[in-house]
């Protein structure tokens, strides 16, 4: 039988992320983080000295990555720096290293990794673009000020400096990027279940995303 896949979309710092960890551990799917994907090509660019701005450059990387080497910059900690988001996001608006992303979340989709039966993808564009018949689609938002907030702890949280007004703008330009590019912009699929976590916390966003899963067919 075809593995289940749960599609996870929406901002920054909406809670998807949590919110897909959790998800796959209570269905016991496989979890791909596909911000992870585009964050690995970013850092992959900077540390051989690329520009980020250099279309060209970031698709060849993008191409040039093999399994092993997605897997060991995913595990890297400086996957998870601001930078590399912000590298991500330029990067990801990229066509050619979207088309090079494609086979491989399609792939974990279709052959969820430890033979799962299903697998979880969260991202900005499974439910619209990689898996457009996923089984249930989520897209999961929250308000830019709710979403800043939670960076901003997280950030603070592990010893970084920060302020809550340059978050907020970095989060803003981020948003606005990621929803204004031309291909695969971050919009949500016409069957997906919205969920606004801005007044929930992880536990309550959890119940109602697993009652949203279960109520499928
Ligand atoms: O979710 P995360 O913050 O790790 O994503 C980093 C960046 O990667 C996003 O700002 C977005 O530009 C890009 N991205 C994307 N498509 C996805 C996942 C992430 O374009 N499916």
Known sequence: ?????????????????????????ALGFALLDTGGLYR????????????????AAAAATARSLTHGDIENLMADPALRLDSTAQGASIVSAVPDV????????????????????????????????????????????????VRAQRRLNELLGRGDAAIYADVLKDMKDRDA???????????PAADAYLLDTSSLDAAQAFDAAMTFIRSRP
């Open 40 to 55: 690995a090509v970013a850092l992959s660019l900077i540390r051989r000295g690329g520009d980020l701005r250099d279309t």
């Open 177 to 187: 990027r990621d929803s204004q590019r031309a291909v695969s912009p971050l919009v």
């Open 98 to 145: 979207r088309a090079a992303l494609l086979d491989f979340q399609r792939g974990f989709a279709a052959h969820p990794p430890g033979g799962a039966k299903g697998a979880v993808l969260d991202g900005r564009d499974i439910g619209t673009v990689i898996c457009p018949a996923a089984d249930a689609k989520l897209f999961v938002t929250a308000s830019p000020e």
């Open 1 to 25: 039988t075809r593995p289940l896949v749960v599609a996870i979309d929406g901002p920054a710092a909406s809670g998807k992320g949590t919110l897909a960890r959790r998800v796959a551990q």
